[in-house]
Structure formats: structure tokens, C-alpha cells
């Protein structure tokens, strides 16, 4: 660690100020049911703390404790009247949850966090190859791409064709060619950043996503912009719409299964509805794909005979 870094307690502290105060940012007094005043300036945006108090039920004192990340021994009260003043949804209470308990926890249990895996076990691997007419990736909490098989490195070629370790999060702000895989890069880029932070709210002291996140933010104006908003997401279904330069444009349908009970590593499958455009342009695109092996299969055969 450099002098430049701050401590690791130190750093999760600064993330539950953040949140909370971003938190109390989007509310106004009014939409709290709070008395406002007309000569009453405010300097801050939505709520002060000592009104985030009132509302919580707690003395200002304690919350202003509380937001600057004292957290040893809140009781779950607190936290479900925190959650209601400030219209924290399941995502931003888990957060919040994981970001208190950090750093809540005695020194030696904060180190203990295991980190987000980089590999999957061979059952897994065999799963993903008996799934052949549906695109399946594995992903960990970093966004790293553990695994996919043969029709989700179809859907998302080029990009997964390498040897390389290849990172969801750096293909969203770092590849120029994101902006035309995704039709609604926006939303795909407030979603990344939200799991990214989500995650390291979960496990903060894991080196290599501090790399990313630190990366991102020196590269990418789109990701420190979405960064600095502490936004977190639950992200187990959707919809991502894709443009394919095969098949055009896919409106795909997803879930997201967790694989790990401790960690948050996810299978990723995508599931249009039968009948629909993007179930045809998956199974053309399938079938495209085992004509350009066959050819490439004959093409030395060919050579040979000539």
C-alpha cells in the first residue's frame, strides 16, 4: 500500500458516508413529509443529517455517527428505519448491510473476505457444453468471464475469442466497439457500474477489483461519472438487446443463477421466447456457425487433392 492509499477501514468508512449521503440526497424534505420554510436555505441537496435522524428515530448525534461509518453494534431497527427514510430498495439495503457490517467487524474477520474466483470446476464446464441451443457465460463478481460455451462466444464474438482473460466491465468502457453490441449501452453501462459496486461492497478489500475500479475510473469519464453516483443493483433478470454482425439485432431475455453460496459468481443464460425473431436469428446463428466449421474442416481436405 501506498501513502497516497488510504487504510482499508478508512476507505469503507468513506463508502458509507458516500452512499448515505447520496441516499439522502434524492429526497427532499417534502417528499419525507418534513415542514419546510420559506426563508430555510439549503446548502446540501434533499436531506440534512439531523432530518435523516428525525426520520430514522435515532438522535443526531448517533446518525451523524453512523454516517461517517462508526458502525459497531447497529441494531437491526436502525438499519430497517434507515432503509425506510431513505427509500433504500433490496439492492441499496444489502449494500448498506454489507458496508456496516465491514466495518462493524474486528480486524482479523475483515481480511478473511475470500476473494472473487477466477476459474470454475470442470462440472460446471460440462454443464455450459450441455446447453447447446442456449447461450450460457459464467461470470464472477468482478465481471471476469470464467466460462462460456459454444453459442454465448457466438453471441459475444469477437469479443470472446481469445485466450485472454476477457473483463465485461472493461469491453463496456474501454472498447470502442461496445456502443454498437449494445443497443442500449447506457443502461448496460449504469448496470456494470452498479454491479461493480455492489460487489465491492460485499467483498472491499479484493486487490484486483481495486485494480479495476482504479483502471476504469483513470481510462473512462463514463465510468468515473456513474462511479462517484454509489448506485448498486440487483441484477438477476432482464433483458439485453444486443446487435449482432451475423444475425442484426437480438432482444434477449436472461437469468442469472448463482453458482457459489459465499461468493457471487453467476451462470448468465439467455432465453428468448420460442418463436420469437431472436429465437430464429439464435438458431441460424448456431447453424451458420457449424457450416463455417465444416468448411474450415474441408478446406485442408480440398488443398490436399489438388
Known amino acids: 500500500m501506498t501513502a497516497a492509499e488510504p487504510r ?15 441516499r439522502r440526497a434524492r429526497i427532499t424534505p417534502e417528499q419525507a413529509g418534513l415542514p419546510t420554510y420559506g426563508n430555510d436555505r439549503r446548502r446540501v441537496p434533499g436531506l440534512r443529517r439531523e432530518e ?4 430514522v428515530g435515532v438522535s443526531p448525534q448517533y446518525y451523524i455517527r453512523l454516517e461517517r461509518g462508526d458502525a459497531t453494534g447497529v441494531s437491526e431497527s436502525v438499519i430497517d428505519g434507515i432503509a425506510h ?13 454489507d458496508l456496516l457490517r465491514t466495518a462493524g467487524a474486528p480486524a482479523r474477520a475483515r481480511t478473511r473476505r475470500t476473494p472473487s474466483p477466477t476459474r470454475v470446476r470442470p462440472t460446471i464446464h460440462r454443464l455450459l457444453e ?18 462460456a460455451n459454444h453459442l454465448g462466444r457466438l453471441l ?41 459496486r455492489a460487489e465491492a461492497g460485499r467483498n472491499p478489500y479484493d486487490r484486483a477489483l481495486s485494480d479495476l475500479v482504479g483502471e476504469l475510473s483513470t481510462r473512462s469519464e463514463d465510468f468515473r461519472v456513474r462511479w462517484a453516483a454509489h448506485d448498486v443493483r440487483i441484477h438477476n433478470t432482464g433483458l439485453k438487446k444486443l446487435r449482432h454482425a451475423v444475425v442484426g ?36 446463428l448456431a447453424s451458420w456457425a457449424t457450416s463455417e466449421t465444416a468448411a474450415a474442416h474441408r478446406a485442408p481436405a480440398d488443398e490436399q487433392g489438388r
Do not use: C, K
Open 8 to 22: 482499508p477501514r478508512d476507505a469503507v468508512r468513506a463508502e458509507i458516508r458516500e452512499f448515505l449521503s447520496t
Open 52 to 55: 435523516a435522524a428525525l426520520l
Open 85 to 97: 427514510a431513505l427509500r433504500l430498495d433490496d439492492a441499496e439495503r444489502a449494500h448498506l448491510l
Open 130 to 147: 450441455a446447453m447447446p441451443t442456449v447461450p450460457a457465460v459464467v461470470m464472477n463478481g468482478r465481471l471476469d468471464v470464467l466460462a
Open 156 to 196: 459475444f464474438s469477437p469479443w470472446y475469442d481469445t485466450d485472454q482473460p476477457v473483463n465485461n466491465a472493461r469491453l463496456v468502457f474501454l472498447d470502442p466497439r461496445a456502443t454498437s453490441l449494445f443497443r442500449d449501452w447506457e443502461a448496460v453501462a449504469n448496470d456494470t457500474v452498479a454491479l461493480l
Open 249 to 284: 439485432d437480438l432482444d434477449l431475455p436472461f437469468e442469472s443463477l448463482p453458482l457459489e453460496p459465499s461468493t457471487s459468481t453467476n451462470l448468465v443464460t439467455y432465453l428468448p421466447e420460442p418463436g420469437t425473431p431472436t429465437h430464429d436469428a439464435l438458431a441460424l
